[in-house]
Each structure stands twice: as C-alpha cells, then as structure tokens.
C-alpha cells in the first residue's frame, strides 16, 4: 500500500487544500515550499493572496477542487464546517483513489462517516487533527496525530514529513480522539501555568525569573516553552483560537457521555471548559488558549 496509487512525488502529486487560517495558511506555504503543485478553495480569495504569491492556484467551488487534486487537505474551524464542505460537497467530487486528509479538530464519530463515504467512492480519508500552535505550523515541527488506515498514512508520509511528524494512532476516528486527549492534558498545562504565574506575582517574584527557575524542573513543559512568555508579555496572538479549545474540550466530555458504561469522568477537563468558557464570554473566544490567565486573573481581582 505504501505505493498507493503511485510514490508521491512534488511533480505528479497534485495537492487540493481548504482552509487557510492561521494554521491552514502556513501549512500550506511549506507544501508550496516544497515544490508541490498547490489548488486552494477559499471563500474570501483575498485571504489567500500570499499563498498566490507563492504560486498557489485557486479553485471556484470544493468540487472543482477536488477534480483537480490527488490528495486533499482540509484545515477547518468546526466540525458543522467539515460535515458541509467534506462530507456534503468534496466526497461527491473526488477522483477515484483520492485521499482526504482533515486536519480539524473534529468530532471522532463525523471521521468515521467519512471514512466510510470515501470508502463507498474507492477513496480513503485520514483524520489527522494536529498539535503546536502557529510556530509548529510555520516551521514544520506538527505532531501529526492520524487515525484511519495505516498503509494509506504510510504513504502519506512524505506530505506529513513537511508538515512535522505523523504518528498512527488507530483506526478512523482515532486521530480525533487522540487530539482530544491533547486537548485535555494542554488545557490542563495551561490552567497551571497560568495560576502558577499568578501567584508568584501576587507573591512578589519576578515572573521570568519564575519561570527560568523552574523550567527545568518537573513543572517544565511544552505549553511552558511555547506560552510563558507570551502570557508574561501580554501577547494573546492566537496560534490557536480559545473557542476552539471549548469546542475541542466540549467534545471530551461529550464522547465520554457516549461510552455508556464505560464513560469516562473528567472533572479536570469539565473545569477547564468552564475557564475557557468565561474567556468567550468576556469577548475573548478569538484571542489564543494563553489568553487564559486573564480568567485567573480576573478571579483573583486584578
């Protein structure tokens, strides 16, 4: 299968991409980068002038797309966006032995539908939600987390190797339940880092210095790394919007509502709705997860 149909390869791979966010737009410029021929469908064209600079063609609708393409991405906000772009407009369109490849975050149960609708047209689909905020995106450095049929994300994997890093995780849906688990442990780290970081202000230290200290000790992470400055320096630039971590989180506990007898309880990840939650509420649903500490702090008086 890893040859399926044919060894990809930047000059008979045509590429197919939707949604051109914060993510989307810079996963897409490293494809182009690499030499792939690239056909974007974008319903506002202006947003994608940069990626045309980069010699991206642009599609009319997401069926003429998807006549033009081999391997399709989509990198959308919510799982009602990929129910009507993948599964009620792509599918019908595809070529046969196309592969779609839906970086959302989405719902496990809508990966499994497609799955099966691209079976039904000799197609496959891959769900494979990603991980590392806009500077994974922009260098290449994504864990790829990508749930269907392991030959086909094997064959993939030049594509994903431009991208960051693919791991299979299972079966179709997989990937969208890996990154919900993600989502579970990031919001977690971010709750953390944010009252850590208001408490050794209200306890009079300096907050870098705090967080220099203790980085490289058990309380050190990723989300550390990646946000603590930019909490510190009121940077709330989004690598990832806070409505989609409800959304994401949200999602969690739904499907833990679904397992029936074996559901699964998360009073963290409950909890971390909750914050998330008073971010959109304060009008902050489109700044990034970092954005958190502004909850806490708000709790705290400040």
């Known amino acids: 299968m890893t040859s399926y149909p044919a060894p990809i390869n930047p000059t008979r791979t045509r590429i197919g991409w939707i949604g051109a966010g914060v993510m989307g737009g810079a996963m ?68 046969p032995n196309s592969v779609i490849i839906d970086h959302t975050s989405s719902h496990p149960g809508l990966a499994k539908q497609i799955f099966d609708a691209a079976r039904e047209k000799n197609c496959w689909a891959v769900d494979a939600p990603v991980s590392g905020g806009d500077i994974g995106a922009r260098e290449g450095k994504l864990a790829i987390l990508a749930g269907g049929n392991e030959d086909v994300v094997k064959w993939l994997n030049p594509l994903f190797d431009v991208l960051g890093k693919a791991t299979f995780v299972g079966g179709p849906g997989k990937g969208q339940c890996c990154k919900i688990a993600n989502q579970i442990v990031v919001g977690a780290n971010l709750m953390g880092l944010s009252e850590g970081l208001v408490f050794a202000e209200k306890a009079g230290l300096d907050k870098r210095k705090f967080v220099e200290a203790v980085k490289g000790g058990a309380a050190g992470s990723m989300v550390m790394d990646l946000f603590g400055e930019r909490m510190i320096g009121r940077d709330f630039r989004p690598g990832g919007f806070t409505e989609y971590m409800v959304k994401d989180l949200g999602m969690g506990l739904d499907v833990g509502a679904e397992q029936g007898d074996d559901v699964v309880v998360l009073p963290g990840a409950a909890l971390n709705k909750q914050l998330f939650s008073a ?24």
């Open 28 to 95: 897409g410029s490293r494809l182009l980068s690499a030499g792939y021929s690239v056909t974007i469908y974008a319903r506002n064209p202006s947003k994608v002038v940069h990626l045309q600079s980069q010699g991206a063609l642009i599609a009319d609708s997401p069926a003429d797309l998807a006549g033009n393409s081999d391997v399709i991405f989509t990198m959308l906000g919510h799982p009602s966006d990929v129910r009507q772009i993948v599964l009620e407009s792509l599918i019908s369109s595809l070529n």
């Open 279 to 302: 971010m959109v509420a304060n009008g902050d649903g489109k700044l990034g997860t970092q954005g958190l500490i502004t909850v806490i702090e708000r709790i705290n008086g400040k």
